[in-house]
Nanobody, 129 residues
Framework: QVQLVESGGGSVQAGGSLRLSCAAI??????MGWFRQAPGKEREGVAR???????SYADSVKGRFTVSLDNAKNTLYLQMNSLNPEDTAMYYC?????????????????????????WGQGTQVTVSS
């Protein structure tokens, strides 16, 4: 029903910035979010936003990352500033149509059994020190 295509990953020095994009092809999801997984670490929810603008962020990225959604383009963005090597990971775009799932905060989602239904292939972000 929905295809997600990420872009914008790359390599950057510590303190730098990157902006990730995720295009949703098909029907518009109720929410879209970013998750990441680094080598040797569990998958971590980064940020999510609903179609009406409700955001949720992981504590580790608050104040540094900003998630936004262009409803007209069905495109999700993640502006990442003040990057550090701990941000190095594969970043995945995800989306869902379920209200209960979408209104769950990114923190609570991590401790729940809920998983977003649609996933992209991921884009690599590498931050050098």
């Amino acid at each position: 029903q929905v295809q997600l295509v990420e872009s914008g990953g790359g390599s950057v020095q510590a303190g730098g910035s990157l902006r990730l994009s995720c295009a949703a092809i098909g029907y518009s999801p109720y929410c879209m979010g970013w998750f990441r997984q680094a080598p040797g670490k569990e998958r971590e929810g980064v940020a999510r936003i609903t179609s009406d603008g409700l955001t949720s962020y992981a504590d580790s990225v608050k104040g540094r990352f900003t998630v936004s959604l262009d409803n007209a383009k069905n495109t999700l963005y993640l502006q990442m500033n003040s990057l550090n090597p701990e941000d190095t990971a594969m970043y995945y775009c995800a989306a869902d149509f379920r209200r209960g799932v979408c209104l769950t905060t990114i923190q609570a989602l991590g401790t729940s059994r809920m998983v977003y239904h649609y996933w992209g292939q991921g884009t690599q972000v590498t931050v050098s020190s």
